[in-house]
């Protein structure tokens, strides 16, 4: 039985992520920008459809007619109540094993959002911050996201 749609809330913050990202990334021509529903073909055997990736330029060979082939360089998912615990468990250790080099996890019920980076083949937490103050991508240089904005409604 296939998942339940996301929820508005959940909606409105990845399309203020997604325009944020992509005005950025695409801005600066560092790469490009995708949201679900996009298959990231991680192996043979997983598939993934991340809330939004990031590829950058060095790595568009990854990128496909029908989907992106290896690990983007930016992973962000949006938590839902029917996603949060595979967003945390399994999904986040394939994206680890992968090479994923950042992942974002990102939660509309508690306006929070935590930024990991892979060091040593394990991901780091490398920023954090709810309600308020900013977070910041190592993966795409210079650029920050203010949580408080993120969160208004």
């Known amino acids: 039985m296939p998942s339940p749609a996301p929820n508005i809330r959940h909606q409105r913050v990845l399309g203020e992520l997604y325009v944020l990202f992509r005005k950025f990334v695409i801005g600066k021509k560092l790469g490009d920008v995708f949201f679900a529903p996009t298959d990231v073909k991680l192996s043979e055997d997983t598939v993934y459809q991340p809330d939004l990736v990031v590829v950058l330029r060095e790595h568009g060979d990854r990128i496909r007619e029908t989907h992106i082939e290896g690990a983007p360089d930016v992973v962000v998912e949006v938590l839902s109540p029917s996603t949060a615990e595979a967003d945390r468990g399994g999904k986040r250790s394939d994206y680890e094993r992968a090479g994923v080099g950042e992942y974002w996890v990102v939660d509309p019920e508690t306006a929070g959002v935590e930024v990991y980076v892979l060091e040593g083949g394990a991901f780091r937490l490398y920023g954090r911050a ?24």
């Open 130 to 153: 709810r309600g308020a103050g900013t977070v910041r991508s190592r993966a795409v240089p210079d650029l920050v996201v203010d949580v408080g904005e993120l969160f208004a409604d």
